[in-house]
């Protein structure tokens, strides 16, 4: 134990594990094979990167993004670790530099594009020299669920990976992803012929980051822009690429630093907006969901949704991308009815481009889930036990940290309605019926659709025996039941509702089910006063001295061509400016500092906290 800590704090400059880390690390230099699910910012990256350091041979890393790779590369070097990747982006002779290098054992880890390693060349040449040479430690598998077809990001070069398998079966594999459903686990294991993995599930809960939803209203535009001027840097995500150019001309005319970035613009232009927002050159990105994967800036504050995401993982996703580095950022969605109205239309344009026909089964499925992001949105149960839930994991709300759970509401006894809506669905399925909610509710309120009628459902006993609740307000019931896990609702798109094991809890009337009730709507000035808040929370972002570190960082970071997180993180600067460190052996105590760093960089942060003294 004491020797990884003490292997951890030498490379990375850190005191302690992440939570999950440490089991994965251990069974990574047991030589298993391994399957880590771990949400973005969770540290997924060291969990291969200390055992690779640690074991003997080459550790070489598959991964489908380039900026990614050099991402990775650039913060390992800095770190004072011998890294290197081979992709597209480098010229033949340069390829072939590196492959000697690597050949001589010159560097413990190796990045490589799936389509690179898998080349007949490479497999008999660099490859089987490699094993027969230095060794191979071991193969790791980045972003994993691109080898399955039920994943979101699915690419066939990842399923001939298996071929490392055969032709090297000795060699442990580490797969990692952060978005896995159990269906595209048991692939991944399955595709890569895994043996026994051990298999590591990390919370995908974030608890850094505050989630709220905004009514879409003429205010939205100044509580963007309130958000902007308060600080920090930040993603605006909409829908299309007009509304991506409007917003971004709109706060640049409003004196922000934006740039916009979409698939529309020239790959140079899209490449430089990036590049100036990872080195702090503009603090906003207003961006189409383009935008985002590879990037690994640890110090995003806010992520806004303009427009609805078009699901509940894509939103995951896409607002993970704030509070990498750990500290408190926000996650904002504006959400009007129209939004639904728009995606509806989008859906209904998926049409075979061959036949004209619609493809009915990817708008069944798109629908269901404009419904679910809907739903989340609508809903005045604990956000983040939605997103949770959604990604199969069980989170016993109030988190304290959403919009729900933050604003004080009224909540209302429901038992009684939620037994009548359950027997409802209880009466169907002993006739073999399941039904989706919005169906159950013309029962429960008594309709005389021609749909009821035909199918003989006023003679259940529970016709009608809810006829004093709206339908909105039946509607609000199911969505809380549903996300507080007390029925199931089917995922293939029609979303029919059924009972579980806690339904029958309710029914038996052991279990008591509490909704609240929906928020008075708001004033716009309640999202400016959030911004504020979330300025205020960034604690020592003001302090003087602070601001004079992270100058230095950039000075730093522009003369040597870098990002400005590669050198330090914002917490790191945030102890730095507390401690005031004088000297090189308290420097080193830093988190995140380590023997590398300390070397490269101690003397000139130092001489700025001893300046600032004087
Ligand atoms: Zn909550």
Same mark, same amino acid.
């Given at each position: 134990m004491a020797q990884?800590?003490?292997?951890?704090?030498?490379?990375?400059?850190f005191d302690a594990f992440r939570p999950g880390q440490e089991a994965v690390v251990r069974d990574a230099l047991a030589g298993r094979d391994v399957l880590a699910l771990m949400p973005t910012g969770g540290g997924?990256? %060291?969990?291969?990167?200390?055992?690779?350091?640690?074991?003997?041979?080459?550790?070489?890393?598959?991964?489908?993004?380039?900026?990614?790779?050099?991402?990775?590369?650039?913060?390992?070097?800095?770190?004072?670790?011998?890294?290197?990747?081979?992709?597209?982006?480098?010229?033949?002779?340069?390829?072939?530099r590196r492959i000697a290098a690597v050949l001589r054992g010159d560097y413990k880890l190796l990045y490589l594009a799936p389509e690179?390693?898998?080349?007949?060349?490479?497999?008999?040449?660099?490859?089987?020299?490699?094993?027969d040479g230095p060794g191979i430690g071991a193969f790791v598998i980045d972003e994993a669920h691109c080898v399955s077809e039920w994943g979101h990001d699915f690419r066939p070069d990842y399923r001939q990976l298996s071929v490392l398998r055969r032709r090297h079966p000795g060699i442990p594999m580490w797969c990692f992803t952060a978005t896995a459903t159990p269906r595209v686990r048991t692939d991944i294991a399955v595709q890569?012929?895994?043996?026994?993995?051990?298999?590591?599930?990390?919370?995908?809960?974030?608890?850094?980051?505050?989630?709220?939803?905004? =009514?879409?209203?003429?205010?939205?535009?100044?509580?963007?822009?309130?958000?902007?001027?308060?600080?920090?840097?930040?993603?605006?995500?909409?829908?299309?690429?007009?509304?991506?150019?409007? %917003?971004? =001309?709109?706060?640049?005319?409003?004196?922000l630093k934006a740039h916009a970035y979409h698939a529309?613009?020239?790959?140079?232009?899209?490449?430089?907006?990036?590049?100036a927002f990872i080195r702090d050159d503009v603090q906003i990105i207003v961006a189409t969901i383009a935008f985002g994967m590879g990037i690994n800036k640890?110090?995003?504050?806010?992520? *806004?949704?303009?427009?609805?995401?078009?699901?509940?993982?894509?939103?995951?996703?896409?607002?993970?991308?704030?509070?990498?580095?750990?500290?408190?950022?926000?996650?904002?969605?504006?959400?009007?009815?129209?939004? *639904?109205?728009?995606?509806?239309?989008?859906?209904?344009?998926?049409?075979?481009?061959?036949?004209?026909?619609?493809?009915?089964d990817e708008q069944r499925i798109a629908r269901q889930q404009l419904r679910q992001v809907q739903s989340f949105a609508e809903s005045t149960d604990?956000?983040?036990?939605?997103?949770?839930?959604?990604?199969?994991?069980?989170?016993?709300?109030?988190?304290?940290?959403?919009?729900?759970?933050?604003?004080?509401?009224?909540?209302?006894?429901?038992?009684?309605?939620?037994?009548?809506? %359950?027997?409802c669905i209880a009466r169907l399925a002993q006739r073999s019926q399941r039904y989706g909610a919005a169906y159950l509710i013309e029962i429960l309120r008594g309709a005389k659709t021609e749909r009821l009628l035909a199918r003989g459902h006023e003679h259940l006993s529970v016709y009608g025996i809810g006829k004093e609740r709206s339908v909105e307000e039946w509607r609000n019931l199911a969505r809380s039941l549903l996300h507080q896990g007390l029925m199931t609702e089917s995922q293939d798109g029609y979303a029919v509702l059924s009972l579980n094991e806690r339904s029958w809890e309710v029914l038996r009337e052991e279990r008591r089910v509490e909704? =609240?009730?929906?928020?008075?709507?708001?004033?716009?000035?309640?999202?400016?006063?959030?911004?504020?808040?979330?300025?205020?929370?960034?604690?020592?972002?003001?302090?003087?001295?602070?601001?004079?570190?992270?100058?230095?960082?950039?000075?730093?970071?522009?003369?040597?061509?870098?990002?400005?997180?590669?050198?330090?993180?914002?917490?790191?600067?945030?102890?730095?400016?507390?401690?005031?460190?004088?000297?090189?052996s308290v420097f080193a105590e830093l988190p995140g500092v380590g023997q590398a760093k300390l070397a490269r960089y101690g003397e000139q942060f130092i001489e700025a906290i001893r300046q600032s003294a004087g």
């Open positions: 990884l800590i003490a292997a951890l704090k030498q490379n990375f400059g997924k990256s %060291l969990c291969f990167q200390l055992p690779a350091l640690l074991q003997a041979g080459v550790t070489l890393v598959v991964s489908p993004l380039i900026a990614l790779m050099q991402d990775q590369v650039r913060l390992l070097r800095d770190n004072g670790i011998a890294a290197s990747f081979l992709n597209s982006s480098l010229d033949a002779s340069e390829q072939s690179r390693l898998l080349l007949p060349e490479f497999l008999d040449g660099p490859l089987q020299r490699l094993a890569l012929a895994l043996d026994e993995p051990a298999v590591h599930l990390t919370s995908f809960n974030r608890p850094n980051l505050h989630y709220a939803v905004h =009514a879409k209203s003429k205010h939205s535009y100044a509580e963007l822009l309130a958000r902007g001027q308060s600080g920090g840097a930040g993603i605006v995500y909409c829908l299309s690429r007009r509304r991506v150019d409007e %917003l971004a =001309a709109r706060l640049q005319n409003d004196g529309g613009l020239d790959a140079r232009v899209r490449h430089d907006h990036q590049e640890p110090d995003v504050r806010w992520v *806004v949704h303009y427009d609805l995401p078009k699901s509940l993982e894509g939103y995951y996703q896409e607002s993970g991308r704030a509070g990498r580095d750990g500290d408190p950022a926000h996650c904002v969605l504006y959400f009007g009815a129209g939004d *639904v109205r728009t995606g509806e239309f989008l859906i209904q344009q998926k049409i075979d481009p061959t036949t004209g026909e619609p493809l009915e604990c956000r983040r036990a939605l997103l949770l839930r959604y990604l199969g994991e069980e989170f016993q709300g109030p988190c304290g940290g959403c919009d729900n759970c933050c604003a004080p509401r009224s909540v209302e006894d429901a038992s009684l309605a939620a037994r009548q809506f %359950l027997s909704i =609240a009730r929906p928020p008075a709507a708001k004033p716009g000035g309640a999202a400016t006063r959030d911004g504020r808040r979330a300025a205020g929370s960034d604690g020592g972002a003001h302090d003087a001295l602070f601001e004079r570190l992270r100058a230095l960082r950039k000075r730093l970071a522009d003369q040597m061509g870098l990002p400005p997180y590669v050198i330090f993180h914002d917490a790191t600067l945030r102890e730095m400016a507390a401690r005031r460190p004088q000297t090189l």
